[in-house]
């Protein structure tokens, strides 16, 4: 007995019903990019494992899927590796490629090797998938899809307050109310970093901090030990695990707090810019929270970090997330080219919409009218008629196979298609259609300009 065919763990098969539920996904957000400005660019699946490697952080690299080289690919390794099992040097020699963790790295790369093509500021938006080899759990694939915007050649800090915006739209349109948006500043982190006596951990710091819904204070605290930082350091920094009040409440106390720290003071200025524009503009649905442990781990942010939470009622990881990253595009030799972008998490918000029944409207795409198929002469008659009703851009089909009526109609039915039409040789004769309403049960003679005027 062969046995059954199955997926790789942290993929997933999608239903026509998913597809469709995803589309309306992808197509509120495409429209919100459209209406902000932003155009589309897409790019491979896979770059050059040079071009990817590095840009993550220690972590990041772990869990980029690397792809072998093809051929005898351990034929060119140094033996002195293969005899050591040093998997990370073995890597380099037989993989050349590798699929793409994110978006933006392979969006850097873009703008580097198109810069002569691109106008500046270049506002692009970009949906594909994007693979990580993580460990699979709810709302966390290996294979999943990002819906990124970018803004690169401005440092204006407007872009960060229209990206607030932008998520606010979107999740608005989605019906996804209460999401709650969360916004940090990088040069904050370096400043806490610089006045607790640890700048040159700043990285090691913000790893751990970026742990907090997950391992808790606790778990941070013993994950900054693990890394060398002091204890009196950690000490400094607890406060800030219960950092309440106000917007305008904890940049007054982050600006007490950092006064000794000229980035520090720099980045409670600029996220005083982005709230007072956004508290002033307003929001639609979503709220704006000040989050000074949000760190969000990747080691290319310089300025604003946001991420978004789903609504308390759902447990769920961040759906959305980007930042500020001033000089991105300098790990590929173009200088000063600062950029800022956000990111939608198609797939666990696809989860949240679901768990909070947000689907209702999403129709499973279906045509308007099936034509029953009664023989090879009726089948042709119908096939003439098809032909018209879809230059005028009404969805139909002839069901293929001369079977029973019944079936025909269980189909119909199965599909939810609204209207059916019957032709025999009286319809033939008098060129005209049989159409049935499968909602009502009505039915009635009528010829094709009056099937092109349909509606249902």
């Known amino acids: 007995m062969a046995q059954k065919p199955g997926i790789p763990k942290g993929t997933r098969d999608f239903s026509p019903t998913e597809v469709a539920k995803r589309n309306y996904i992808f197509s509120t957000i495409k429209e919100v990019f459209e209406t902000y400005g932003f155009q589309p660019i897409e790019t491979p699946s896979f770059e050059n494992y040079s071009t990817l490697m590095g840009k993550y952080g220690e972590e990041g690299d772990r869990l980029i899927f690397k792809i072998l080289n ?4 351990l034929k060119k390794v140094d033996e002195a590796i293969l005899v050591s099992k040093n998997s990370v040097k073995a890597t380099s020699q037989i993989s050349e490629k590798a699929l793409r963790y994110d978006l933006t790295v392979p969006f850097a790369r873009y703008v580097v090797q198109h810069q002569n093509d691109i106008v500046f500021p270049f506002k692009r938006y970009q949906m594909q998938p994007v693979w990580r080899a993580d460990r699979p759990q709810k709302g966390r694939f290996r294979e ?4 990124d915007a970018d803004v690169v050649g401005s440092k204006s800090l407007w872009q960060e307050v229209e990206f607030v915006q932008l998520y606010d739209a979107v999740f608005s349109k989605l019906k996804l109310l209460g999401t709650t948006i969360k916004l940090n500043n990088r040069k904050i982190l370096a400043g806490i970093a610089e006045i607790i006596g640890e700048k040159d951990k700043l990285i090691d710091f913000t790893v751990a901090l970026d742990k907090l819904d997950k391992i808790g ?3 941070v605290s013993k994950e900054m030990l693990l890394k060398g930082i002091s204890e009196e350091a950690i000490k400094k920094v607890t406060p800030l695990f219960n950092f309440n009040g106000t917007n305008q409440e904890k940049l007054n ?7 000794n720290s000229e980035e520090g003071i720099q980045g409670v200025k600029d996220l005083r810019f982005v709230v007072n524009n956004v508290e002033t503009l307003g929001l639609q649905s979503a709220n704006l929270e000040l989050d000074v442990t949000l760190a969000r781990g990747l080691n290319y942010y310089t300025g604003a970090i946001f991420e978004v939470s789903a609504p308390k009622n759902v447990k769920m990881g961040s759906i959305g997330g980007g930042g500020r990253y001033d000089d991105l595009t300098g790990i590929f030799g173009l200088k000063n080219i600062s950029g800022v972008g956000i990111s939608f998490g198609l797939d666990r918000i696809y989860l949240v919409l679901e768990e909070l029944n947000l689907f209702k409207e999403v129709d499973l ?6 034509f029953l198929n009664l023989g090879e002469s009726e089948a042709s008659f119908c096939m003439k008629a098809l032909v018209e009703l879809r230059k005028h851009q009404i969805k139909s089909e002839l069901y293929p196979d001369t079977a029973k009526m019944k079936k025909q109609m269980n189909y119909a039915n199965k599909r939810e298609i609204p209207f059916v039409v019957i032709v025999g040789s009286k319809e033939i004769e008098l060129d005209k259609y049989t159409l049935k309403n499968m909602h009502t049960g009505d039915q009635k003679l009528c010829d094709l300009q009056e099937l092109m005027n349909i509606s249902i």
């Open 217 to 219: 204070a606790e778990g």
């Open 253 to 259: 106390q982050l600006e007490e707090l950092l006064k």
């Open 365 to 370: 795409p279906k045509p308007t009218i099936l």
């Open 144 to 147: 999943f899809y990002q819906c």
């Open 70 to 73: 093809s051929g005898d690919y």
